[in-house]
């Protein structure tokens, strides 16, 4: 649904998977965005809010380091 040329809104995410509104703006931030690293981007239609996979990566191409120190 993402990665349609159209777009998805969460109303339909939430019909799809039975999860509630902020399941699913929780998978779209910690999931998409930051684990799978995906640029996700937003626009308005008619009211209503699309998202949609854009092209590329994100920008954080590096690998992160861990904060913890080595003993």
Do not use: C, E, P
Request: no cysteine; aromatic share 4%.
């Amino acid at each position: 649904m993402l990665q349609s040329s159209s777009g998805t809104t969460i109303a339909a995410m939430m019909k799809v998977t039975g999860w509630q509104q902020h399941s699913v703006r929780g998978f779209l931030a910690g999931v998409v965005r930051k684990r799978l690293k995906l640029k996700l981007g937003s626009r308005k239609v008619d009211g209503n809010r699309v998202y949609q996979i854009t092209r590329g990566v994100g920008s954080k191409s590096r690998l992160r380091q861990s904060k913890r120190r080595s003993s």
